[in-house]
């Protein structure tokens, strides 16, 4: 796994905090999407969630459900 990969999950699991119990488990929920559609998006800023949000019509559903999970 590359550093910026990590870095990436890292980021989106800080942001995520405590998923609610019936929501997938955030370290790894948005690591596909992230590498297909937000590869080339370093993090910090909220850079990679807006990327994420951006290509929302095309995440995985738990993807969907991770994102959806920091907003509570």
């Known amino acids: 796994m590359s550093k910026l990969s990590f870095a ?3 980021f989106v699991v800080a942001l995520s ?7 997938a488990d955030p370290r790894g929920a ?3 999407d992230y590498d297909k ?4 998006i ?3 800023g909220g ?5 994420l949000n951006a290509k929302r019509d095309q995440l995985s559903a738990t993807c969907k459900a991770a994102l959806d999970s920091r907003k509570k």
Do not use: E, L, N, W
């Not at 905090?17 to 929501?23: I, T």
């Not at 559609?37 to 080339?40: N, S």
């Not at 850079?47 to 990327?51: D, E, L, N, Q």
């Open 30 to 32: 948005c690591k596909a």
């Open 37 to 40: 559609f937000c590869a080339g």
């Open 8 to 10: 990436a999950i890292a």
């Open 17 to 23: 905090g405590a998923a609610s119990a019936q929501s």
């Open 47 to 51: 850079k990679i969630i807006a990327c």
């Open 42 to 44: 370093a993090p910090g």
